[in-house]
């Protein structure tokens, strides 16, 4: 029994061994898969061209309940931080162009809309449900996922007004 809480309590303090107060934390952040997708207009997009400005993608499908709720917030995040050079797309994941343009028309989306018709980029990003959202910084890095635009740290990549 002592052993075994000698072995313990070694084993613990061996993890503890690890831990510096203080110490800088630089988080790793991933790179953002480059990608081109053709929008409705049929004007090509391309990912890299992007650099020196923060993207936020938005992936979704029009039949997602939680991507059309996600729609009018997207819209304001469009409206708010666009004009501070936030460049705001919407990903659809595997549908028709018509039945995309439809949605695109009936919803008054002022942002870009990027057709993904055979999944390529969604699987890139690991989209495995939607919607999904994903903050790409100035240099090209994935800092945020989450599922909606009221998780992303905008102004942290944004110049304050």
């Not at 997009?45 to 939680?66: D, E, Y």
């Not at 039945?99 to 870009?112: D, E, H, I, T």
């Amino acid at each position: 029994m002592a052993l075994l809480i000698i072995s313990a309590f070694i084993t613990a303090s061996d993890g503890w061994g690890q831990y510096i107060p203080n110490a800088p934390f630089k988080p790793q952040y991933s790179v953002a898969p480059d990608f081109t997708l053709k929008d409705l207009q049929g004007k090509t997009f391309r990912l890299s061209a992007q650099r020196g400005k923060p993207v936020l993608i938005f992936f979704g499908t029009t039949w997602c309940p939680g991507c059309r709720t996600e729609v009018p917030k997207y819209k304001k995040v469009h409206e708010t931080y666009a004009p501070r050079g936030l460049v705001v797309i919407y990903i659809n994941i595997m549908e028709p162009a018509k039945k995309v343009a439809r949605f695109a028309q009936a919803n008054a989306l002022p942002y870009r809309t990027l057709l993904d018709e055979d999944g390529s980029v969604g699987a890139a990003y690991n989209a495995i449900g939607v919607p999904m959202i994903m903050l790409v910084d100035k240099e090209g890095y994935i800092i945020k996922v989450g599922h909606s635009s009221s998780e992303m740290p905008l102004d942290k990549v944004l110049p304050a007004i």
